[in-house]
């Protein structure tokens, strides 16, 4: 029986990195996540325990905080730093991925903050020659309390959701947009605007299901942003059920909920434009 080595890779997970940037008017805070995984000729190893080839997990550490003493700017760049520095300077790697989540701060004041709301995602990837950014957001909580819609759908024995005309559609968006290229973009601007998209169309779409939801939220972002190939989305479905006020002889014109946290349905699906290459990454 013929037995090989698969696909492999190794890193270091999530480094937490915290930046002051301390300017003479106003504090900036970058909160990170960082975390690197790479790849390539590493086969020794495996078999034999040569580890000549492998730069230690601790040395890409180090090199998250080396990095971030020149500043970190934008996620994607800085992601972008690591990677190619990991490439061009081991000469056994031939792939690295750094995946960021950025954790917001709201100023309060020239030095005090309060944490925010979503977590700003990047994942950057080279290869030697190509580099991928993916964008992103994670647990955006948003709600519509109206102009959602649930009926026409598939009944067997085991059916007992009732169909509804009206109720609360809520959700803790996680989303991941692809870039077309990883050049002479404004990542900020890039992400402020997709982000507002997504929200929008979230917004003012009357919703039917949560599936045409997500789909005209992705459709929106790529009409509006030229540089986005595919957005991916996970939709988890935050129930909302009408409490029955009828024991204690109440009624509930649609104005108390229960608000529960499991079981949720799963809502996920990605929106491409026409012509889109697949680079083949496991980015979501």
Known sequence: MD?????????????????????PDRHEVTDLNVSTALSGDLAATHLTGDNSGVLPTDTQKNTVYAFARDGVG???????????????????????????????????GHHSFVRGTGTRTTTATFDGTVRTVVSGVDDLVVMNTTGSEFHGFHKDAYTTLPETNDRILATALTARWRHESADNLDWAESHRETTKHLLEAFADTHSLSLQQ????????ALRHR??????????PNKHHFLVDLSP????????VFHAADRPYGL?????????ATDPGLAWW
Do not use: C
Request: glycine share 6%; proline share 2%.
């Open 267 to 275: 809502i996920e699906g990605s929106v491409v434009r026409d012509g």
């Open 226 to 235: 030229d540089e986005l190939v595919e957005v991916r989305l996970a939709l």
């Open 248 to 255: 204690f002889e109440l009624d509930n014109p649609g104005e």
């Open 74 to 108: 934008e996620i994607e760049d800085f992601a972008l730093r690591l990677a190619t520095h990991f490439v061009t300077n081991t000469p056994t790697i031939r792939r690295a991925r750094v995946k960021i989540e950025q954790y917001t701060w709201e100023r309060r």
């Open 3 to 23: 037995i090989r080595l698969g696909d492999n890779q190794y890193g270091k997970a999530e480094t937490r990195l915290v930046r002051v940037d301390r300017h």
């Open 213 to 220: 939801t997500l789909y005209a939220m992705g459709e929106r």
